[in-house]
């Protein structure tokens, strides 16, 4: 162990008291922190107020014994591991000891070997899972709000919209391609508001049949329909004081459509083959990826529903309108797919990476995700190289990144067809262009 690292925390619970000093001394010169309790009370009171790894408690005490006490630093301490000592007829005990969520048992007299094992494997699963807490937390803070990456222009745009709204309470249409990151705003805009301590409840629209969809919403009751054998609540009592995620909002059925208007109008509802009127406070978030105005007018989407989800509305770019991110992006999916898949990728070449700028991207964000772990899982240093990326990327941008000139073409010519090209690889962005040809942008648009 390094003389800076902190000492396991190890309390020890036993009305013998000859007992626990002699493990104190164990454990002592085994390098652990010791506190002590001489009855359950007294364990529980010390562990009130300070954290352990463990808690090695004898399962016969008087007053407060050794199972309930397990039971309360479960409820107290979830993570703190507890190991029982027992005697030998009270093995039986033990054994339901650890079906209530005890570590180990260790049996009495103890041997110093097998009891100083139990626990010191113990703390190292309780270190284990508070270290996966808190990489779960840091990965959380990575892509919860900053999971929305890009510092473009129409990324920032996007950003200013989500904190404008999220305040509110009436509902949000997002519309964007698919890939675009929709799901991602509809959550930041629940974190963001006053919602946050509810739930976050998402679902497909396109994903679940119209026969299924609307016992998903609503619920339903027992005998309902054929394989309804008790009550169920639907996505909208889940999401009661949250927020509700419509995905693909422009696949509903006519008659959910109805239904749904109800809702956002009147807050109320009945689970499908019930009578009971339920009331949620819920706010609903849609998404789609087609023109719902369009779908309206042509009589293919509630005309009125959609009105009612299009109170604010905000369009999410696509890959292509914002390419100032891509190197961004990458290197924030090659981090996480390293990382992932344990490789030590770092970085990526100039030349892969002109590769990913020049790509048109159609399935967006989405489809950039997947090309970054497919080129992490398939390289073989620590830097992504264009043969790495998929033949779909490479061969897509390799065909516009050659230029044929004549010999004896002017220079002046040659420099307006490089620049010609190179705009027309990146989709007319000067400032990008500018980037691949090592010029100031407005060299671009005096050359032009």
Known sequence: MASNAPRPRLLVVDDDGAAVESLREIFDREGFYVRTGASGEEGLEVLRGEDFGVVLADLRMPGMDGMDLLR?????????????????????????????????????????????????????????????????????????ERSLVGTSAAMRRVQDTI??????????????????????????????????????????CAAIPVTLLESELFGHERGA???????????????????????????????????LLRVLQEGEFERLGGTQTLRVDV?????????????????????????????ISMTLPALRERSDDIPLLAQHFLSRFAEKNRKEV????????????????????????????????LSRGDTIRPEDL????????SAMQYLTIQLGTPLDEIEQQVI?????????????????????????????
């Open 390 to 397: 998929p033949d779909l990327v490479a061969s897509d941008a």
């Open 163 to 204: 904190t404008q709204v999220a305040q509110a309470s009436t509902t949000v249409l997002i519309m964007g391609e698919s890939g675009t990151g929709k799901e991602l705003v509809a959550r930041a805009i629940h974190r963001r508001s006053r919602r946050n301590r509810g739930p976050f409840v998402a679902i497909n």
């Open 346 to 377: 770092r970085t990526i070449t100039r030349e892969a990476m002109d590769l990913l700028i020049a790509h048109d991207w159609p399935g967006n964000v989405r489809e950039l995700e997947n090309t970054i772990e497919h080129a992490v899982v």
């Open 420 to 448: 010609q090209q190179t705009l027309r690889l990146t989709r007319g962005n000067k400032r990008l262009a500018a980037q691949l040809l090592g010029i100031a942008t407005r060299t671009i648009y005096r050359k032009l």
């Open 283 to 311: 706010r609903v978030v849609a998404s789609t990826n087609k023109n719902l105005l369009e779908m309206s007018r042509t009589g293919r989407f509630r005309e009125d529903l959609f009105y009612r989800l299009n109170v």
């Open 72 to 144: 309360a630093v479960k409820a107290l301490r979830p993570d703190t591991e507890v190991v029982i000592m027992t005697a030998f007829g009270t093995i039986e005990r033990a054994v339901e000891a650890m079906r209530e969520g005890a570590y180990d048992f260790v049996t009495k007299p103890l041997k110093r070997p097998l009891v100083v094992r139990s626990v010191t494997r113990a703390y190292e699963k309780a270190s284990l899972k508070a270290e996966n807490q808190a990489l779960r937390a840091e990965l959380e803070a990575v892509t919860g």
């Open 225 to 259: 329909f054929t394989g309804a054998f008790a009550r169920r609540e639907g996505r909208f009592k889940m999401a009661d004081g949250g927020t509700l995620f419509l995905d693909e909002v422009a696949e509903l059925d006519p008659m959910i459509q109805a239904k």
